[in-house]
């Protein structure tokens, strides 16, 4: 098994109680995969993708790439955040290069950032700050960035849910293309039901309070998937269906919060 | 109107009130000199070359004084960011010396280093230092974690992480500690040259008050506010306002 999840489990302990964000995660990824992680908000699946990625250490259970285990972030995982990451005082160019610039010349690794640059269709603005370029620009040059240090697994941590949504459905498009193309194992967290069946082979429906896996659904609709309407909206219509029970507990729970301060 | 037509005119009227107020109530030279007294003790010294001398000694110390102190304020803030204990105990006191003008140290720092160069300098190091050391650590510490976990993630870590992202990441606090680590020093300077010996302007000006020569008092007064506006803004807020929008800490330009 490429990307291999196992018993993972996260509590976060803070003053007055530890609370449980994952409970028992097993879930095993091929290489090549496209799956995404669908879950309302406080399900853990950001946190889950922070501990494939190294940042976050698992209460118990472990995490095996190629049968390795993750213990800290490593250049085999690129990460594109919600927030484009990029460094403000180098241009788009040079943060491109950053995640190169120990295993390469310069020249080699100029060569290689522009490379990935086209494939996100930005060799017009390798010498602009990134303060110059709108958010859609900016979060092309990160996934340019993570991919530039060619990673075994692609972590994108809800990636476009700070866009509009024009420029969404263009970088839906566009990430497709480069998935098509590279063939990059792609570990894709969202809340968004129609991003997710829109992009993925699988998708995974997470059940929130603790952190669960309610259910392991592979997408069966040919791509390009907007030829396919009718599969789309049913399938759509069965992950609401699962999730309805879960948004419900949200909004209690946040309720009853709200009542109790 | 373009504001520096506003600034002109506005600064015109205020002369003009002065020179006006002085002349016509008879007020003596030595109580109020009026702007043309000032204007003629002015191009005096600067014909004779004792102010150039003079601006020129206090530059020198400035300049000495200041880079010195933000060296020292940059590695100090550094520490304090990163060493806990460093930040409980000499965080502590920085911010407690921070509260006690640096001109409280001239009569200590005479006995140390003598009526010389080297206790005013001391001074404006010691004004610029702790400002710096102040605006270095918050920089640090305020370094958005995005970044952090971003290089991480591109393998970046232990003292390649500080020098290629924590340190540049800051830079925007560096440049504010370094525009207040200025006015600091520039004031204790000016003070500590009053108390202490010359060349520089707040000796002459002490020494034209000992004489009663109030046109050229005023006059220095004048120079030091004037140099003090210039450099901060045609300096430093130019430096600030483009780092900021660089950093995209401002949207707007």
Known sequence: MFLKIQDVNKQFVNQKEASTVLSDINLEINEGEFVSILGPSGCGKSTLLSIVAGLTKPTSGEILLNGQQITKPGKDRGMVFQQAALFPWMTVEENVMFPLRKEMKKKE????????????????????????????????????????????????????????????????????????????????????????????????????????????????????????????????????????????????????????? | MRPTIKRIIFFAIIILVWQGIVRMLGISASLMPAPTDVFEALAQGFADKTLIYDILASFRRLAIGLVIAIVLGVGLGILLAKNKTADETLGTLILALQSVPSIVWLPIAIMWFGLNEKAVTFIVILGGTLVMTINMRIGIKNVSPLYIKAAQTMGSRGLDLFAKVIFPASVPYAVTGARLAWAFAWRALMAGEILSTGPGLGYTLKYASDFGNMKLVIGIMIIIGVIGTIMDIVFFQRVEKNVLRRWGLETNS
Request: no cysteine; glycine share 4%; proline share 5%.
């Open chain 1, 109 to 261: 690794a100029r060569e290689v950032a522009h490379q990935f640059l086209q494939k996100v269709q930005l060799s017009n603005y390798t010498k602009h700050s990134p303060h110059e370029l709108s958010g859609g620009m900016q979060q092309r040059v990160a996934i340019a960035r993570a991919l530039s240090m060619n990673p075994k697994v692609l972590l994108m941590d809800e990636p476009f849910g700070a866009l509009d949504e024009q420029t969404r459905s263009r970088l839906h498009h566009e990430l497709e293309k480069i998935w098509l193309e590279t063939k990059k194992t792609i570990l894709f967290v969202t809340h968004s039901i129609s991003e997710s069946i829109k992009l993925s082979d699988r998708i995974i429906v997470m059940g929130t309070r603790p952190g669960v896996i309610l259910e392991d659904i592979k997408v069966q609709i040919p791509r390009p998937r907007a030829n396919h309407p009718q599969m789309t909206a049913k399938l759509e219509e069965k992950i609401m269906g699962l999730l309805q029970t879960e948004i419900d507990k949200v909004v209690k729970e946040e309720l009853a919060y709200a009542a109790n301060n």
